[in-house]
């Protein structure tokens, strides 16, 4: 068992929720409410990654973080270093891949909440802020929980777009899945299989909840 | 922080999908029903005054406050309007419990004043007891009774209710209709109901304005408008069917009373208005100015044009009965009335009847042709 890079997955799990749910409760919210010309595009922009081969997603993330193409130039100066092979970059491409994961059931979630009950918060005094804050993040919030789930349980499962910009650097971006790939490549096979159990426990655990959490907004919404 | 009670001004204009050319003015205690058919920009109306929607011109004036000024291109939040607005459907906020929804709307007072406020209200709603519930266990009574004490949790300087009755059964909306009329005289604030029921505004408003297509086209004590429509629009969106084409035949020096011709008759009435001799006018006699001779004579007291008719229709209303009677040659020369129950029921369907129609209830109105 490397307890590094169960420690660096947890990690990158932990990150990925943290900097990836505001960033998603935005765009759900901006995408369920809001109508504009080339929301579709937006909106299949976001899906992307979904259907999207990692490798393909990890390749172009490579050339655009590689320190030779002027972004990845750019964004070394800006950080003091290259983001390939790094933690940071696969935080990165992390945010990336699991954006539909995030926005998907965030933007169900706002789409459910009657327009006038925005409109009755306004009406009541509630600044916007407020309004989100006190009304509009408490309903969508069964949605933002399975956002954090499913974030959570994927981040720990990603594999080729890690191996793609990361590579497999013992604490900096080696995770459980790379570790498993390498174990099994290294004929260490019981390393590998106390691994995979225990992903396997976790990513079961974080589907239960998804499970548990979307029977509750249907009680929620049946009455 | 009780503020002064201040008049409400409200001018709207504007063309296309949701044409609006809205005059009104609301006294503060003072109870304006905003009466239209569906579609006819009610709500819009009352949007507009919350500041949930800006029309293309026009000025809303809260005493001293201007909220919205389309020529100098102010436009107030509805946060910062302090307008109290109970919604069609109430839009209570669903996770949270009776007295929560009632103090979020509280906020501009600090605790422990808050709560008090919030549960002054409720009990005020009369729904003590049941601050603990939320949304979804309560009536549909109940949450209107919740919609009302979180659009007063502001103290707002307008109270807004768009067709606060229409999502309640007929008991518990004749319950808080009485309500409303007991909480109206405790209000120093000008009230602003919308509705399309007629009955509900002759009930409880102390004005009535008549929207068409966006348009106000009469406001008044809602007996006024009844009895006295500007034009034959009016009279029908006031519900009224004994609407004929006449001509003025006779006017007295005084204008006090006249007589006009419609058919091979002249009928007596009142007072025919700015009319003159020879024009064209459409008339309406309110179905309560037409008495029928059999169940209760005119006796002759007031000035009263009798005529013979059929009775062609009867329709039930409860303890009241609508009887529709023939009294021309012409399909259309119907008069609609309603009597007793009890009275109708002596009454044969096709018997030959005498209607009189007193001359004082007989308005005239520019012809409709």
Same mark, same amino acid.
Request: glycine share 8%; aromatic share 6%.
């Given at each position: !068992?490397?307890?590094?890079?169960?420690a660096?997955t947890?990690?990158?799990?932990?990150?990925?929720?943290?900097? =990836?749910?505001? #960033?998603?409760?935005?765009?759900?919210?901006?995408?369920?409410?809001?109508?504009?010309?080339?929301?579709?595009?937006?909106?299949?922009?976001?899906?992307?990654?979904?259907?999207?081969?990692?490798?393909?997603?990890?390749?172009?993330?490579?050339?655009?973080?590689?320190?030779?193409?002027r972004?990845?130039?750019?964004?070394?100066?800006?950080?003091?270093?290259?983001?390939?092979?790094? *933690?940071?970059?696969?935080?990165?491409?992390?945010? =990336?891949? &699991?954006?539909? *994961?995030?926005?998907?059931?965030?933007?169900?979630?706002?789409?459910?909440?009657?327009? &006038?009950?925005?409109?009755?918060? *306004?009406?009541?005094?509630?600044?916007?802020?407020?309004? !989100?804050?006190?009304?509009?993040?408490?309903?969508?919030?069964?949605?933002?929980?399975?956002?954090?789930?499913?974030?959570?349980?994927?981040?720990?499962?990603? *594999?080729?777009? #890690?191996l793609?910009?990361?590579?497999? #650097?013992?604490?900096?971006?080696?995770?459980?899945s790379?570790?498993?790939?390498d174990?099994?490549?290294?004929?260490?096979?019981?390393d590998?299989?106390? !691994?995979?159990?225990?992903?396997?426990?976790?990513?079961?655990?974080? =589907?239960?909840?998804?499970?548990?959490?979307?029977?509750?907004r249907?009680?929620?919404?049946?009455h | 922080?009780?503020?002064?009670?201040?008049?409400?001004?409200?001018?709207?204009?504007?063309?296309?999908?949701?044409?609006?050319? /809205?005059?009104?003015?609301?006294?503060?205690?003072?109870?304006?029903?905003? /009466?239209?058919?569906s +579609?006819s +920009?009610?709500?819009?109306?009352?949007?507009?005054?919350?500041?949930?929607?800006?029309?293309?011109?026009g000025?809303?004036?809260?005493?001293?406050?201007?909220?919205?000024?389309?020529?100098? @291109?102010?436009?107030?939040?509805?946060?910062?309007?302090?307008?109290g607005?109970?919604?069609?459907?109430?839009?209570?906020?669903?996770?949270?419990?009776?007295?929560?929804?009632?103090?979020?709307?509280?906020?501009?007072?600090?605790?422990?004043?808050?709560?008090?406020?919030?549960? +002054?209200?409720?009990?005020?709603?009369?729904?003590? +007891?049941?601050?603990?519930?939320?949304p979804?266990?309560?009536? @549909?009574?109940?949450?209107?009774?919740?919609?009302?004490?979180?659009?007063?949790?502001?103290?707002?300087?307008?109270?807004?209710?768009?067709?606060?009755f229409?999502?309640?059964?007929?008991?518990?909306?004749?319950?808080?209709?009485?309500?409303?009329s007991?909480?109206?005289?405790?209000?120093?604030?000008?009230?602003?109901?919308?509705?399309?029921?007629?009955?509900?505004a002759?009930?409880?408003?102390?004005?009535?304005?008549?929207?068409?297509?966006?348009?106000?086209?009469?406001? @008044?004590?809602?007996?006024?408008?009844?009895?006295r429509?500007?034009?034959?629009?009016?009279?029908?969106?006031?519900?009224q069917?004994?609407i004929?084409?006449g001509?003025?035949?006779?006017?007295?020096?005084?204008?006090?009373?006249?007589?006009?011709?419609?058919?091979?008759?002249?009928?007596?009435?009142?007072?025919?208005?700015?009319?003159?001799?020879?024009?064209?006018?459409?008339?309406?006699?309110?179905?309560?100015?037409?008495?029928?001779?059999?169940?209760?004579?005119?006796?002759?007291?007031?000035? /009263?044009?009798?005529?013979?008719?059929?009775?062609?229709?009867?329709?039930g209303?409860?303890?009241?009965?609508?009887?529709?009677?023939?009294?021309?040659?012409?399909?259309?020369?119907?008069?609609?009335?309603t009597?007793?129950?009890?009275?109708?029921?002596?009454?044969?369907? @096709?018997?030959?009847?005498? /209607?009189?129609?007193?001359?004082?209830?007989?308005?005239l109105?520019?012809?409709e042709?």
């Amino acid at each position: !068992m490397d307890w590094t890079a169960f420690a660096l997955t947890l990690k990158l799990a932990f990150w990925t929720c943290v900097l =990836i749910l505001p #960033i998603a409760v935005m765009l759900a919210r901006w995408l369920a409410w809001r109508r504009f010309t080339g929301k579709s595009f937006v909106e299949a922009l976001v899906m992307l990654p979904l259907v999207l081969p990692p490798t393909v997603l990890g390749f172009y993330l490579l050339i655009g973080f590689s320190p030779e193409s002027r972004l990845g130039a750019f964004v070394a100066t800006l950080l003091g270093g290259p983001l390939v092979f790094t *933690f940071a970059g696969i935080l990165v491409a992390s945010l =990336i891949i &699991n954006l539909p *994961f995030a926005v998907q059931p965030i933007q169900r979630a706002f789409e459910a909440i009657a327009p &006038n009950v925005r409109e009755a918060a *306004f009406v009541s005094g509630l600044s916007p802020i407020e309004t !989100m804050r006190r009304v509009e993040i408490p309903l969508a919030w069964p949605g933002i929980a399975s956002a954090f789930a499913l974030v959570f349980a994927h981040t720990l499962g990603e *594999f080729g777009v #890690i191996l793609m910009i990361g590579g497999s #650097i013992p604490g900096e971006t080696r995770v459980m899945s790379i570790a498993i790939y390498d174990g099994v490549q290294a004929f260490r096979t019981a390393d590998a299989a106390v !691994m995979s159990a225990v992903l396997l426990a976790f990513s079961f655990a974080a =589907i239960v909840m998804v499970h548990m959490l979307a029977r509750r907004r249907s009680d929620a919404h049946a009455h | 922080m009780p503020t002064k009670p201040a008049p409400l001004l409200v001018t709207l204009r504007q063309a296309g999908q949701i044409p609006l050319d /809205v005059e009104i003015t609301c006294n503060p205690g003072e109870l304006l029903a905003l /009466v239209g058919p569906s +579609g006819s +920009g009610k709500t819009t109306v009352l949007r507009s005054i919350a500041g949930l929607y800006r029309p293309a011109a026009g000025r809303i004036v809260s005493g001293d406050q201007v909220w919205f000024d389309a020529a100098a @291109g102010t436009m107030v939040s509805p946060q910062a309007r302090a307008t109290g607005l109970v919604f069609q459907d109430y839009a209570l906020f669903p996770h949270l419990t009776a007295l929560e929804n009632v103090k979020l709307a509280a906020r501009h007072l600090d605790e422990p004043l808050r709560s008090a406020q919030a549960a +002054g209200l409720l009990a005020r709603v009369n729904l003590d +007891g049941l601050e603990a519930r939320t949304p979804d266990q309560l009536s @549909g009574g109940e949450r209107q009774r919740v919609a009302l004490a979180r659009a007063l949790a502001r103290d707002p300087k307008v109270l807004l209710l768009d067709e606060p009755f229409s999502a309640v059964d007929r008991t518990t909306r004749e319950r808080l209709k009485a309500e409303l009329s007991t909480l109206h005289r405790s209000l120093e604030i000008p009230i602003i109901l919308v509705t399309h029921d007629l009955q509900e505004a002759e009930a409880l408003a102390d004005r009535i304005a008549i929207l068409h297509k966006g348009r106000t086209l009469q406001s @008044g004590p809602p007996d006024d408008v009844r009895l006295r429509p500007v034009s034959a629009l009016v009279a029908r969106l006031m519900g009224q069917t004994n609407i004929f084409e006449g001509v003025v035949e006779q006017v007295s020096k005084a204008r006090s009373s006249g007589r006009i011709r419609w058919r091979e008759r002249l009928i007596h009435v009142a007072t025919t208005g700015r009319f003159t001799e020879g024009e064209r006018v459409t008339w309406l006699i309110p179905a309560d100015y037409v008495v029928l001779e059999e169940t209760s004579p005119s006796a002759g007291k007031r000035q /009263v044009e009798k005529l013979p008719g059929k009775l062609i229709d009867f329709t039930g209303l409860g303890e009241m009965t609508l009887l529709t009677i023939r009294v021309g040659a012409d399909a259309a020369d119907v008069l609609r009335l309603t009597i007793a129950t009890r009275e109708a029921r002596l009454l044969k369907p @096709g018997s030959i009847v005498t /209607v009189g129609l007193l001359a004082e209830g007989i308005h005239l109105m520019p012809s409709e042709n």
